[in-house]
């Protein structure tokens, strides 16, 4: 049986950006049929040829905004002919002694339609340029990662999983000691349909696990942080199940670590998906608010620089209930409160079990949570107003901000102390402080810790 070429998925109104940018034709190609041409028509118009590709699949796009430099995938151009996008479409694709013919509906901004199985079906998804989407498209050549366990042995992490459409694979890992960043490791080994292996380091940690490319690219790489529960550096660091209105209920993420952690791979267990896309993160020493309702939390929020992320965490019971964190499918952190944990509409902190309202802000309590980012010696709390300059140490695998206030609380000078300086700096305090009280702040990420002094005639 002769396999002809058919489309498989047409995106007419992409919302990011321009029309001709992000708008694509898809079509799906078989080995066991050759020719020598493609021709595509829109509405009757006069078709466009192309050379009949080897690749398995065919992206046709406005230049090469949208061509992959992926295996099995080939390019062509549509010129001037403008995808419909706000009316009916009909499309004809020729090859040799095969045809197919489709009528597409208006179209929905930001939404593909893709092919259902081989049959005239067509539905409406995100978009997959150069991709099979496994929802709708059969016989599909795939070799994934279906699930990945670990477990910490000591002096290192045992880590096993099973591959999905294939008896072998070669694995490719990197992984990223989370409180060592300059300890990252990569390597590759051939592994079969169930797999296991060490990764030599001991604390918490991010493991990437990717196998070769293929027709459904979302199984092939998993993310994967092995922390025990109870000692993860992804936490919940504050609750806020029922605020005075009109504030929306919220909740406080930290990563207490000295790596981004990528948004893309966080959620709330119970509900929802991600977070974020690709390329959003949640900084080292970072804090982030979660909330259903961004725009109402942004107005009531003092602080104008606090990370806010729009979420489905559901409603939070004001009397009893829970909050559980994934990182992937794997929880990492879970909350939970009853009607004698505080009085409404206090918020708390989950570790001290205290009442708490310091949104995106971590301090006094977070070496509950996990090492500090920095370490620091100050040469001396008392200081003359005309002696010595007061010198501060700061060892610190992240860069630093170093401040001094004075007795009010203002900033009256600053500097940034590099990573890994280990060096002693000259705080100018009897520059810049009067007699009295004033401060001394290091600051990494939203990690803060403030020092007092006394400056004395």
């Not at 390597?187 to 940690?205: C, M, R, T, W, Y």
Request: a negative charge; glycine letters at 8%.
């Amino acid at each position: 049986m002769v396999a002809c070429p058919q489309f498989v998925e047409f995106f007419p109104d992409p919302t990011a950006v321009t029309d001709q940018q992000g708008e694509f034709v898809e079509i799906r190609m078989d080995s066991s049929f050759r020719a020598e041409s493609l021709f595509v028509a829109l509405d009757g118009k006069a078709p466009l040829s192309f050379a009949y590709p080897q690749e398995n699949r065919l992206i046709l796009s406005h230049g090469k905004g949208l061509c992959l430099e992926k295996e099995g995938v080939a390019c062509g151009d549509l010129g001037n002919h403008a995808l419909p996008n706000s009316r009916e479409s009909v499309w004809t694709l020729l090859a040799g002694s095969c045809t197919d013919s489709v009528m597409l509906d208006k179209p929905k901004p930001g939404k593909s339609f893709q092919r259902k199985g081989y049959g005239d079906q067509w539905l409406l998804a995100e978009p997959t340029p150069g991709y099979g989407n496994p929802l709708f498209e059969l016989d599909l050549d795939d070799c994934g990662i279906s699930r990945v366990e670990y477990e910490s042995r000591g002096d290192h992490w045992w880590v096993s999983g099973k591959l999905t459409g294939c008896k072998g694979a070669w694995l490719h890992y990197r992984y990223y000691d989370l409180f060592h960043p300059s300890v990252v490791e990569s390597d590759s080994l051939f592994i079969n349909e169930f797999f296991s292996f060490a990764v030599p380091v001991k604390g918490p940690s991010w493991l990437r696990l990717q196998v070769p490319d293929d027709e459904i690219s979302v199984n092939n790489s998993l993310d994967t942080l092995l922390a025990q529960m109870g000692n993860s550096p992804l936490l919940v660091t504050e609750i806020h199940h029922c605020p005075e209105e009109p504030m929306p209920e919220w909740v406080e993420i930290y990563n207490a670590s000295q790596v981004s952690l990528p948004l893309s791979k966080i959620r709330h267990c119970s509900r929802g998906g991600f977070w974020g896309g690709e390329g959003d993160s949640i900084a080292a020493y970072g804090s982030a608010l979660v909330s259903r309702d961004t725009a109402a939390l942004r107005e009531q929020i003092v602080y104008r620089d606090v990370a806010l992320i729009q979420a489905s965490i559901g409603y939070l019971n004001n009397t009893a209930g829970s909050f559980s964190l994934c990182f992937g499918d794997v929880p990492v952190d879970s909350v939970s409160w009853d009607r004698w944990t505080v009085d409404c509409p206090l918020g708390f902190n989950p570790k001290t079990g205290l009442a708490e309202n310091t949104p995106g802000f971590q301090g006094k309590n977070s070496e509950k949570y996990a090492r500090e980012p920095f370490m620091y010696k100050l040469s001396s709390r008392v200081l003359q107003k005309r002696g010595s300059p007061l010198r501060v140490k700061v060892e610190s695998d992240q860069d630093v901000v170093l401040s001094l206030l004075d007795t009010t609380g203002q900033e009256v000078w600053k500097r940034k102390v590099p990573a890994m300086s280990n060096a002693w700096w000259n705080v100018p305090v009897q520059d810049y402080a009067g007699v009295g009280a004033a401060y001394v702040r290091m600051t990494s990420g939203t990690f803060e810790k403030v020092v007092g002094i006394v400056v004395r005639p």
